[in-house]
């Protein structure tokens, strides 16, 4: 079983919905990221959260909020997506946010945007 | 920049049979190395790591061993089964980098009985 609980595990919305995914870990972890995953390629970095504060933000559109309530939580708010935006949604952490601590990943949202 | 570059798949074998999956990569530092595993419906879990050079990351069978002279960190396993097929990540982590992962394209093995 993974440590990184995300929820829910499949989402689907209109573009004009409002909706969140969650993501929780109770490792202690002081580092937490959002990633997407397109079918049969590898994850990109979306934002990247250390010590509750945002540190790396790829770029990602204003569509796409985060917001990290406490060193335990992760959300990513979603408002007027476009259909490109269906992917697996991935949630990590990893214990101190630096290059040789690993990642933990959860299982992901899959999300379908109609 | 870093770049992480593993052997094109799918990569189709026989149970017990000997598997290496290439990986290569360009970073600017020292960067950490990891293999990833994603199975069907699942997010990716960490199979092994090494954090500088010449070490030898191992779990469940399959080790790498962190190749600084040839920029390399093959993934290794001298019996492959059925449970093992899944996709294999390939990636690298910088020290001061909050541990951004930069990810090689992935490659899909599939294990026949």
């Known amino acids: 079983d993974t440590e990184v609980t995300q929820t829910p595990k499949h989402l689907v919305m209109g573009m004009t919905n409002k909706k969140s995914l969650k993501c929780e870990q109770h490792?202690?972890?002081?580092?937490m990221y959002w990633y997407k995953q397109k079918a049969k390629k590898p994850p990109e970095l979306m934002f990247v959260?250390?010590?509750?504060?945002?540190?790396i933000n790829e770029s990602v559109p204003s569509r796409f909020s985060p917001e990290c309530p406490n060193s335990s939580l992760l959300n990513l708010h979603l408002h007027a997506l476009q259909p490109e935006d269906s992917a697996l949604y991935l949630c990590?952490?990893?214990?101190?946010?630096?290059?040789?601590?690993?990642?933990?990943f959860g299982n992901g949202t899959r999300l379908t945007v109609t | 920049g870093n770049s992480v570059t593993q052997m094109e798949g799918p990569v189709t074998l026989s149970e017990e049979a000997f598997l290496t999956i290439n990986c290569t990569y360009t970073?600017?530092?020292?960067?950490?190395l990891f293999w990833y595993v994603q199975y069907p419906g699942e997010g990716l879990q960490l199979l092994l790591k090494?954090?500088?050079?010449?070490d030898k990351g191992s779990n469940k069978g399959f080790e790498a061993t962190y190749r600084k002279e040839t920029t390399s960190f093959h993934l290794e396993k001298g019996s492959v089964q059925v449970s093992d097929s899944a996709v294999y990540f390939c990636?690298?982590?910088?020290?001061?980098?909050?541990?951004?992962?930069?990810f090689g394209q992935g490659t899909i093995l599939t294990v026949h009985p």
């Open positions: 090494a954090t500088k050079a010449d």
């Open positions: 990590a952490s990893s214990r101190t946010g630096t290059g040789n601590s690993p990642l933990h």
């Open positions: 959260y250390s010590y509750e504060k945002l540190s």
């Open positions: 490792m202690g972890h002081r580092a």
């Open positions: 970073a600017t530092g020292y960067p950490s």
């Open positions: 990636a690298l982590s910088e020290g001061t980098s909050y541990g951004k992962l930069t």
